[in-house]
């Protein structure tokens, strides 16, 4: 359930095949992955959405379920959700987090059906995920446990028994909605209200699915995998489309994870570049050396050279922090000189001797 393959396309629920598929190229078009500004995640979406759109088979039951029962451009095992979507993230690194606004979010949905019925959709969830430094820099796969209503196991969402059909609904003769007048101190009113039998689907199942009595969803506690990805900011939001909780009829509320980033001692982040400081030794800065680093890729042996200055910076290239094309930030060694805390007498006589050659 989830994904709206309208909304995903921008075309109405009424849309033609024609008006569709001239939709569908237009995407194409404008995110092939190997056109300049190309969006993969969005061309593959659009793609699934025409899959699903173009078949009369799989629309109508996409149109009536929320989802596709039919082979491909559903989703495999009916789990529920359908993905990530780090849409939010343009620029990618960009150091923008984004708030949410729940009320936006119910309110955009309900336009997409503008005039229409207002479909039904699950509540979305938010929860807090702690990082290490070096999970934010290289990015970290974590499974969350979960108590909500998702998609019923059994009949994945469709509230029928498996291997039965469905019928029309009586209550709504198949509209998915019911009209109700009410009286008021102001006369009757008419108010059209989803179906309670049918949650809107149009259908019911000639046998209700034992495990949810019909509902299609059912409360448990479900094991997530959420993708962290590399390079990801302290306060940043993940949101993961259709995985916050199901509702019988509608499509599934969506999951946001808040990500806090526990700071490093030694590290810190500057656009795409990692940043530490490195303490040597007064005569390592004069005559050049060699240290051994603790870096996030593990040890590293780096040669400080003859310092020109107090305070210089030395750059390993592409050991910072990775970035979309595959590429990384530079690794950035501040140098501090480190004077010694006091001198024995013969170090002194050797500094005298450096003062009068002028040094
Ligand atoms: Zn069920
Ligand atoms: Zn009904």
């Keep these: 359930m989830s994904k709206d393959y309208y909304q995903i396309l921008g075309v109405e629920k009424k849309a033609s095949k024609e008006e569709i598929k001239k939709a569908f190229r237009k995407m194409a078009h404008k995110y092939h992955p190997d056109k300049k500004g190309g969006d993969e995640v969005k061309f593959k979406e659009a793609n699934e959405a025409y899959t699903v759109l173009s078949d009369?088979?799989?629309?109508?039951?996409?149109?009536?379920?929320?989802?596709?029962?039919?082979?491909?451009?559903?989703?495999p095992g009916g789990a529920g959700f359908d993905g990530f979507d780090f849409s939010q993230f343009n620029g990618f690194g960009g150091a923008q987090g984004f708030d949410v606004n729940i009320d936006d979010l119910f309110g955009g949905f309900s336009d997409i059906f503008g005039g229409g019925q207002r479909t039904?959709?699950?509540?979305?969830?938010?929860?807090?995920?702690?990082l290490s430094f070096k999970e934010s820099i290289f990015g970290v796969t974590r499974k969350v446990l979960i108590t909500k209503d998702s998609a019923c196991t059994r009949c994945a969402g469709s509230g029928a028994e498996p291997k039965t059909g469905t019928k029309t609904c009586t209550t709504c003769n198949g509209k998915g909605q019911v009209m109700e007048?009410?009286?008021?101190?102001?006369?009757?009113?008419?108010?059209?209200?989803?179906?309670?039998?049918?949650?809107?689907?149009?259908?019911?199942?000639e046998k209700p699915c034992t495990t949810c009595k019909g509902s299609g969803?059912?409360?448990?506690?479900?094991?997530?995998?959420?993708?962290?990805?590399?390079?990801?900011?302290?306060?940043?939001?993940?949101?993961?489309?259709g995985a916050g909780e199901a509702v019988a009829g509608g499509r599934a509320g969506?999951?946001?994870?808040?990500?806090?980033?526990?700071?490093?001692?030694?590290?810190?982040?500057?656009g795409f570049n990692l940043v530490t400081d490195l303490?040597?030794?007064?005569?390592?800065?004069?005559?050049?050396?060699?240290?051994?680093?603790?870096?996030?890729?593990?040890?590293?042996?780096?040669?400080i050279p003859q310092l020109r200055s107090a305070d210089?910076?030395?750059?390993?290239?592409?050991?910072?922090?990775?970035?979309?094309?595959?590429?990384?930030?530079?690794?950035?060694i501040r140098l501090k000189v480190e004077f010694p805390q006091k001198l024995s007498k013969s170090a002194k006589g050797f500094v005298e001797k450096l003062k009068e050659e002028g040094i």
């Design 56 to 75: 009369d088979k799989k629309r109508a039951e996409y149109d009536s379920y929320g989802r596709v029962f039919s082979g491909a451009g559903g989703q």
């Design 120 to 130: 039904q959709r699950g509540r979305d969830i938010s929860i807090d995920i702690e």
């Design 181 to 205: 007048s009410r009286k008021s101190p102001f006369g009757v009113f008419q108010t059209v209200s989803t179906c309670n039998t049918c949650h809107g689907r149009r259908v019911v199942p």
């Design 217 to 241: 969803v059912e409360r448990r506690e479900e094991e997530i995998s959420i993708a962290i990805p590399s390079g990801i900011d302290n306060g940043q939001v993940i949101r993961m489309a």
């Design 254 to 270: 969506d999951l946001y994870i808040k990500v806090h980033v526990t700071p490093d001692e030694r590290y810190h982040k500057e």
């Design 279 to 303: 303490s040597i030794k007064i005569t390592d800065a004069l005559l050049g050396s060699e240290y051994t680093l603790e870096t996030l890729d593990g040890k590293t042996k780096i040669t």
């Design 312 to 332: 210089e910076i030395l750059r390993i290239k592409g050991k910072g922090v990775p970035m979309e094309s595959g590429r990384r930030g530079d690794l950035l």
